[in-house]
Every structure is written in structure tokens, then in C-alpha cells.
């Protein structure tokens, strides 16, 4: 059983900062790609970005300059480091990863709420 826990949500003022952790635990072989995605109320969920085994990265148009998504693989985390924050970055933060126990499936974590205050 996997398991991924986020922490580092809260709230901030507009052009403030957040660091978002996400550590996967359980019976792990490998992990692969690892992401996080938000939802505010009302929408869809969205990629907000990705990072790959290998550490290549790709963003979502809106947050790219502001925000950094890396990986500690050693530590099996995943972190989103946010910066210059807008009100319009307030949403749940899902992590995401790509993990092979005995197969190879995707998992969540349970969210964390991240609010931008103007």
C-alpha cells in the first residue's frame, strides 16, 4: 500500500510564498513521474507541474517564473516551492505520482489548501 502525504499549505498575501512537500511511503520499487495538480471551487483539476525520474520539468503557463517543482529521490518527496503568489493561485494542491509496487498504478495525496489572500 502506498501512500503520499502533502504538507505546506496555508495562508499567504498576495506576493508571498509557500513550499509544498508530498513524501511517498510504503512498499516502493520505483517511482516515476511526480506532480502536482490544484482545483479551486468550481473548476477542473489542473496540472500545475510535473517533474520527471530523470528531473525534467514542465509547468502550466500560468505559474511558469513563478513557481519550482523538484525532487528529493532519495527521500521519495516531492516539493513545489511558490513564489509571487495571486489570488488566483488559491485552489486545493493534489500531489500525483507514478509508482510501482508489485504494478505500476497512479496515487493521490489527500490535498492541501492553499489560499492567496488580495
Known amino acids: 500500500q502506498v501512500q503520499l502525504v502533502e504538507s505546506g499549505g496555508g495562508l499567504v498575501q498576495a506576493g508571498g510564498s509557500l513550499r509544498l ?22 473548476t477542473q483539476r489542473e496540472l500545475v507541474a510535473a517533474i520527471t525520474s530523470g528531473g525534467g520539468t514542465n509547468y502550466a503557463d500560468s505559474v511558469k517564473g513563478r513557481f519550482t517543482i523538484s525532487r528529493d529521490n532519495a527521500k521519495n518527496t516531492v516539493y513545489l516551492q511558490m513564489n509571487n503568489l495571486k489570488p488566483e493561485d488559491t485552489a486545493v494542491y493534489y500531489c500525483n505520482a507514478d509508482i510501482r509496487t508489485w504494478v505500476r498504478a497512479a496515487y493521490w495525496g489527500q ?8
Open 21 to 42: 512537500s508530498c513524501a511517498a511511503s510504503g512498499n516502493i520499487a520505483s517511482i516515476y513521474t511526480m506532480a502536482w495538480y490544484r482545483q479551486a471551487p468550481g
Open 111 to 118: 490535498g492541501t489548501q492553499v489560499t492567496v489572500s488580495s
